[in-house]
């Protein structure tokens, strides 16, 4: 009787958690990510060990429950066992993003990570960042280039009228903004840019685990 109204809790936990949940881009909380992909080898394995770091200290007890839960929950059968996995996973990864101060969006399904995610993901398997360095490289080149060219056009222009004036003033705001963060996010990991890297820290946290930023 409890494991039937433990499976109800299930069902109305994971909807009110999917129709709850903003838009947001992540590789974390898809299920071929590595923080599903670990829990799934802890449920089989019986051993929650691997997936704790994954979470904040403070919402270890949590995930524990939940976790010992689904392993009472797996044993009822196959369907059981795929709802308890399932209600596992919505729980480690919206505890996971919670921790990274990143809204939860639900688990996704597999395949819809970033090529750049994926590409991070195979460098720390490979021990090299070169292929991960290149891809960012040429993307922030495109990037500069692209409003630098826009924003110089437009500048040509910008004594002609007001509306000329107005278009360059867009186009020189998105460049600027553009290479400001970039270098904000370069320098916070290289020890220079002091200032930067205290307007980096000082922002609120992002998604984290792959989530990307334009």
Known sequence: ????SFISAILTVMVILTLSAPAARAHCDT?????????????????ITPVLKWVKPEAEAEVRAAFDHALKVRKLGMEA?????SYFFETLVRVHRAGEGAPYTGVKPAGQQEEIVMAADKALESGSAEKVI?????????????????????????AHN????????????????????????AAAGTGHAHGDIQKAEAAPAGGGCGHLHN
Do not use: C, N, W
């Open 1 to 4: 009787m409890k494991s039937t």
């Open 81 to 85: 066992q795929q709802l308890a996995d």
């Open 31 to 47: 299920m071929d990510g590595p923080v599903i992909i670990e829990a799934q080898t802890a449920l089989d394995k019986a051993d």
């Open 134 to 158: 290149q891809q960012v490289a040429g993307a922030v080149q495109q990037g500069i280039e692209q409003r630098f060219h826009k924003a110089y056009e437009t500048k040509q222009h910008a």
């Open 162 to 185: 007001v509306d000329a004036g107005r278009e360059f003033v867009a186009a020189y705001v998105e460049f600027m903004h553009y290479v400001e963060r970039l270098h904000t996010d």
